[in-house]
């Protein structure tokens, strides 16, 4: 009786030895920030529906991923017919479609009259300049960062520069610098990747360019008025 007591004490004792170590051991590890490689592609399973494969919703996508956070991008497209041209690009052909959408907040950060100076076929180019006509994945960026200007949805006039740093992904118009800050969903045949600035082509932009016509710095986010 004593003898098993005593090995169970023991064992009791290892037992808590060891977990005191694993915790020593983990609180002595330097805290290291995460890869931004890693924070990238923290969504790239998103949506776990089973529409994604083959059959991808844009409007869904766009409209369930957070808090409203894509409303400005798709209002853009619903206003110039776009949401069913992107979705018959990603359905219908065999290259699919890559889908860069700029958050709500980098849309408020646009001068208001800088878009709304705009004909409805210059927005559309606008619009289709945020995408590409074929799938990639976060990976693909690597290698299109190294054949120099991409042709965009919107046509040769309007191209966008995409540069590969140390997992972070740049997509550049003549006046903004955008970067991929996440990715909404990669499945084939639509890729949907966020961008933190909205793209200012030179074809849209170069008689009168649109000088600060992104605020600096961060914008805050707007306050409902009580
Ligand atoms: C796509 O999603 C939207 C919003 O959820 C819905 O209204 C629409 O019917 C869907 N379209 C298709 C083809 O499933």
């Known amino acids: ?29 330097p805290l290291a920030k995460p890869p931004r490689a890693a924070a990238l592609q923290k969504t790239d399973t998103w949506p776990p529906t089973p529409q994604a494969k083959g059959g991808a919703n844009l409007t869904a996508i766009l409209t369930l991923d957070g808090p ?15 949401v069913e041209v992107f979705q018959n690009q990603a359905c ?50 690597e ?19 995409v540069t590969y740093d140390a997992g972070t992904v740049h997509v550049r118009s003549r006046w903004a610098d955008a970067k991929i800050v996440g990715s909404v969903s990669v499945e084939a045949p639509m890729a949907i990747y966020e961008l933190d600035r909205v793209l200012l082509p030179a074809a849209l932009f170069h008689i009168q360019p649109p000088v600060a016509a992104i605020t600096d710095g961060d914008v805050p986010v707007p306050r409902r008025r009580r």
């Open 68 to 82: 409203l956070a894509f409303r400005t991008f798709l209002g853009y497209l619903q206003q110039t017919n776009l």
């Open 143 to 161: 290698g299109l960062s190294r054949i120099g200007p991409v042709t965009t949805f919107a046509g040769g006039l309007y191209t966008v520069d």
């Open 1 to 29: 009786m004593r003898c098993a007591a005593a090995a169970a004490a023991v064992a009791l004792l290892a037992a808590v030895m060891s977990v005191s170590v694993v915790l020593h051991a983990g609180a002595r590890r």
């Open 92 to 141: 219908l052909t065999d290259p699919g479609i890559t889908i860069f959408v700029p958050v709500d907040k980098a849309f408020a950060a646009v001068k208001p009259s800088v878009l709304s100076g705009l004909s409805s076929l210059q927005l559309k180019n606008l619009m289709m300049c945020h995408s590409l006509a074929k799938h990639y994945e976060l990976a693909d960026f």
